[in-house]
């Protein structure tokens, strides 16, 4: 398999995505692949946009043929477990993503992140958690992790761990990373999580006794 995609066409292929011109970006990936059906790179983008245009089944099917032809390989193993975490497959997805987390050694924060998401949501919470704390510790800065750190704070109601976190991404504001997503999506989203706290102080409602429990900050 090649993998080469010209510098012109991947900024013309990124510009039509952002723009959300999909099928436009299709197209101009299909003229390599006519050329050239295993290029994985142009493989790779048509699993990304047919991901974005919220067509699983089709990003699903190039992502199985990068697998069967690249086997044991991380990063086809690491979409293929998102994918199945889309179509809420989880077990399909943790066995994928288990395995690209065994063969990147555990150092890949990426494939920490969503392997201790699919864990949490197949209904190991405390394991998930652990994996996703995991996932700080190598990188504290990617708003994501954070993100997801908050959300799972708040569904298990340990809402000073939840605060805390939130005034970590407000204190580290200008130093986080985002990926296919702009910082102002997690402002927005983590601004809800903060308001709803204050309104727990404001009414006095009670924390979880989680909160006594995990007081001291893991971070």
Not at 66 to 90: F, V
Not at 135 to 147: G, Q, T
Not at 159 to 168: G, L, N, R, V
Not at 203 to 215: A, L, Y
Request: glycine share 4%.
């Amino acid at each position: 398999m090649t993998t080469y995609i010209p510098s012109s066409l991947i900024d013309k292929i990124e510009q039509l995505k952002e723009s959300g011109k999909f099928d436009e970006a299709i197209r101009v990936v299909n003229t390599i692949l006519t050329k050239d059906p295993s290029n994985e790179d142009a493989l790779l983008q048509i699993a990304d946009i047919q991901y974005r245009k919220g067509d699983i089944n089709k990003a699903d099917k190039a992502t199985d043929f990068l697998n069967a032809n690249k086997k044991d390989y991380p990063l086809w193993l690491y979409i293929k477990g998102i994918l199945e975490m889309e179509k809420n497959q989880r077990k399909e997805a943790r066995k994928y993503l288990k395995k690209a987390l065994d063969l990147t050694n555990g150092n890949n924060h990426e494939i920490i992140r969503c392997y201790g998401l699919c864990e949490y949501r197949y209904g190991n919470r405390e394991k998930g958690m652990g994996y996703l704390k995991d996932a700080f510790a190598l990188n504290n800065k990617d708003a994501e992790v954070i993100y997801n750190l908050i959300q799972l704070q708040m569904f298990e109601r340990n809402y000073t761990k939840a605060q805390e976190m939130i005034s970590y991404f407000y204190s580290h504001h200008d130093d986080l990373k985002v990926v296919d997503k702009t910082l102002e999506r997690y402002d927005k989203k983590i601004a809800l999580f903060d308001k709803a706290l204050k309104a727990q102080h404001l009414f006095s409602f009670p924390f979880s006794s989680n909160d006594e429990q995990h007081h001291n900050s893991f971070h």
